[in-house]
């Protein structure tokens, strides 16, 4: 193979922009290749106009490409900044969000859940976070929403203690026997921020909850 053959192929790998970023080289290595194709190509066997074009124009796509993720990455900035600024707007609110785990707070957690119709059986369990059913019963069957206060009680009487999470479960049929349940709610204040993941999670009552999933705010 002719050195100019060989910086060609090398060229031509590099001209896939995706996989050149991942390689980590730069507009100035593309243009140190290009340089170095020429100033070491068989006089014999020169580069075509077609194939130098080619390359000019792989690394014009390349250069683009290379901008196109800077900005993206700068737009992804900008966003994940702003939903963290309109974010802290919620702090100090209570509202509702989908979502099934609560914490334990002042003895009790506020549940929800909401049903596309009526149901005639509402089954409610409450587990731990090791798994472990503490509580059961059952909730309303009114078609839309629903609320379930748990007042922290297991199903034998038996307080437990604040700064737990628990998560609800709820089984809801209408008289044929099929599943009337949307989705389960928990209500809670706004604490704080959580920015640690790659989009901003809400803090409510301690239970990280992404603001798409807040469906209400109460006060």
Do not use: C, R
Request: charge should be negative; charged fraction near 5%.
């Amino acid at each position: 193979m002719t050195v100019s053959s060989a910086a060609s192929a090398a060229s031509s790998t590099s001209s896939t922009s995706s996989t050149s970023a991942s390689m980590g080289m730069t507009s100035g290595d593309f243009l140190n290749l290009l340089v170095s194709e020429l100033q070491n190509q068989d006089p014999l066997n020169a580069t075509s106009t077609t194939d130098f074009i080619n390359q000019l124009t792989s690394y014009a796509n390349f250069t683009e490409q290379q901008s196109t993720n800077a900005s993206m990455t700068s737009l992804a900035s900008s966003f994940s900044s702003l939903v963290t600024l309109n974010s802290v707007n919620y702090i100090g609110h209570t509202v509702e969000a989908k979502t099934n785990t609560a914490e334990l707070t002042n003895g009790s957690a506020t549940f929800g859940y909401s049903l596309s119709s009526a149901a005639s059986n509402v089954a409610i369990t409450v587990s731990d976070s090791s798994g472990n059913v503490v509580y059961s019963g059952t909730g309303t069957g009114t078609a839309g929403s629903n609320t379930f206060t748990w007042d922290g009680k297991t199903t034998s009487g038996t307080q437990l203690s604040n700064g737990g999470q628990y998560t609800i479960a709820v089984t809801a049929t209408d008289s044929a026997g099929n599943s009337v349940l949307n989705y389960t709610t928990m209500t809670g204040t706004v604490t704080g921020i959580d920015a640690s993941g790659s989009s901003p999670s809400l803090l409510v009552n301690g239970v990280p909850v992404s603001a798409s999933n807040i469906i209400g705010v109460t006060s």
